[in-house]
């Protein structure tokens, strides 16, 4: 069974950081594209970034270019999101999600973490 469980999330203010980490397990998501979405209350959930298995190839929201950076180590089976220069419109739950195939665009999610809060204060 698939497990991704993510971990990082919390208060910050505006303008912090933050490191977001997923594990996978159950499976390898080899030549498997991951990346993660979020959802702020009363929204739809939406896409944030999406990297390749090699982690040469990334893709992000506009609303991410410039701030965030996706990252993986494959060794670890760990999925990252380093979140720089957040604002407040950033709140939302962040969810990590891996494809079946390698590709980020376009990106199709199969597997889904609980999420993790990350909340920011103005």
């Known amino acids: 069974q698939v497990q991704l469980v993510e971990s990082g999330g919390g208060l910050v203010q505006a303008g912090g950081s933050l490191r977001l980490s997923c594990v996978a397990s159950g499976r390898t998501f080899r030549s498997a594209a991951m990346g993660w979405f979020r959802q702020a209350p009363g929204k739809e959930r939406e896409f944030v970034a999406a990297?390749?298995?090699?982690?040469?190839?990334?893709n992000y929201a506009d609303s991410a270019k410039g701030r965030f950076t996706i990252s993986r180590d494959n060794a670890k089976n760990t999925l990252y999101l380093q979140m720089n220069g957040l604002k407040p419109e950033d709140t939302a739950v962040y969810y990590c999600?891996?494809?079946?195939?390698?590709?980020?665009?376009?990106?199709?999610?199969?597997?889904w973490g609980q999420g993790t809060q990350v909340t920011v204060s103005s």
């Open positions: 990297i390749r298995w090699s982690g040469r190839l990334t």
């Open positions: 999600n891996a494809a079946n195939l390698d590709s980020i665009s376009p990106y199709t999610p199969r597997y």
